[in-house]
């Protein structure tokens, strides 16, 4: 394959040269492989937390409440329990604060030593999830889980954007995100298989197998090089050069080479990242890593990805039902993200995120009314065999519009925006920012039904809108830009122009 120009057709693209080597391709899927903890995690929960076995071990209360007809136990308030929405969300308050020591680390030591320290504590907590005798056991267990979920997803999107051509780095790096899925789609699977099995073997197995992707990620680890960004910014020169020429599959890296040193000299400027992404030349990166992850979250997704036995168990699905249920709307999902592999460079990140967006307000708003008429308030109804057909099909409408938007877009972005010198405090803002938001959702959204009922659905439908509004207005294309000369775009656009202009870094300039 000849090796050519990278050039985007908005003409912001470099003219870098180079190939897209089969050694970058290989090196980007073995470190994809950490979508596969944060997947597996996601898609296990709902099935466990629906298994008769682990609730009369951990949460008895909540079985006692399930079979409970009278009073306020209605379908929409069955499983609304605090401790065992704190059993999935403990996860994600552990990977905010992780991200912050992650955000430090990756960027003294390296990507690739995140993503080890990731692996191991993932690792640790499966190992005492699938052995947890007690409640504390279980929690401390989900802890550990989350460092291993916060280092991963501050590195391996990092990494990717890194080291991928600009012309194909959409598709690469969201090679993190299709790992996710099929990480989801592996959970949803065991958890139709899992709860066969007797004596309370289903749910450890479940909670244990989740140390598969961990030890996956561990060994992958060992054979992959670390960046060429990675390795200038801790002062090896001609290593970087180097491991650029060989990810390129040419010499001639000069003018990239540059562009990356230039780079690494403004960034060892900046004695305090997290200072530095607070003046007014970075507001936009400050703004879309804060916002995107945080309206990531508020799609109402992991209503579906959490919940999704227990959603379909309450909204009168039976228990096989539900599990398979599950299993196909996790197929969906995987097969959306390969289209969005597909076109994110293609169509570029605004027409996915938009389109999306319609996507899944249309859905959600359908799911709501549909759930409306057949449960009303009180909870009470019946679903036949027909609209729990049209239910399932809105919902795999509704995943497959987050899929090839919203899913993937939520990291890809974030990742590709910053500059060297603020990247690591960028993307630990943004998985931050994502896990709390994760942690909120993941906690309260049980309580939610309860209260708000078939509303909830609209709820995130509004949510939905407002952030395809500030896509439209706000967010400039950065389809086949290189990496390393994004702030052109930010420079060029209509509103985000005063502030990248700003050179001078006066954060009093502009507000």
Known sequence: MAGGAFIDESGHGGDYEGRVTAFVMITC???????????????????????EDFLTKFFPDVLRQMQNKRGRETEYCKYDNELLTLFTSSLYLAALFASFLASTITRLFGRKVSMVIGSLAFLSGALLNGLAINLEMLIIGRLFLGVGVGFANQSVPLYLSEMAPAKIRGALNIGFQL??????????????????????????????????PAVMMLVGCFFLPDTPNS???????EKAKEMLQKIRGTMEVDHEFNELCNACEAAKKVKHPW???????????????????????????????????????????????????????GLV???????????????????????????????????GSMIGWKFGFNGEGNLSG???????????????????????????????????????????????VNMFFTFFIGQFFLTMLCHMKF???????????????????LLPETKGVPIEEMGKVWKEHRYWGKFSNNDDGDDDAYF
């Not at 949803?188 to 066969?196: L, S």
């Open 29 to 51: 899927i073995v470190a994809a492989m950490g979508g596969l903890l944060f997947g597996y995690d996601i898609g296990i929960s709902g099935g466990v937390i629906s298994m």
């Open 333 to 367: 999902n995987v097969l959306s993200t390969i289209v969005s592999i597909y076109s994110v460079d293609k169509f570029g990140r605004r027409a996915l995120f938009l389109q999306g967006g319609f996507q899944m307000i249309v859905t959600q708003i359908a799911v």
């Open 386 to 432: 027909v609209d729990a057909d049209i239910i399932l099909a809105l919902i795999c409408l509704y995943v497959a519009g987050f899929a090839w938007s919203w899913g993937p877009l939520g990291w890809l972005v974030p990742s590709e925006i910053c500059p060297l010198e603020i990247r690591s405090a960028g993307q630990s803002l943004n998985v931050s």
């Open 179 to 212: 790992a996710i899925t099929i990480g989801i789609l592996a959970a949803n699977i065991v958890n139709y298989v899992t709860p066969k099995l007797q004596n309370g073997i289903g749910w450890r197995l479940s909670l244990g197998l989740a140390g598969v």
């Open 275 to 329: 200072t530095n992404i607070m003046q007014a030349r970075y507001r936009p990166q400050l703004t879309f890593c804060t916002f995107i992850p945080f309206f990531q979250q508020l799609t109402g997704i992991n209503v579906i990805m959490f919940y999704a036995p227990v959603l379909f168990k309450t909204i009168g699905f039976g228990n096989d039902a539900s599990l398979i249920s599950a299993v196909i709307t």
């Open 455 to 473: 509303g909830l659905f609209y709820f995130f439908a509004g949510m939905v809108l407002i952030m395809t509004i500030f896509i439209y207005f």
């Open 231 to 237: 390795i200038l910014e801790r002062g090896n020169k």
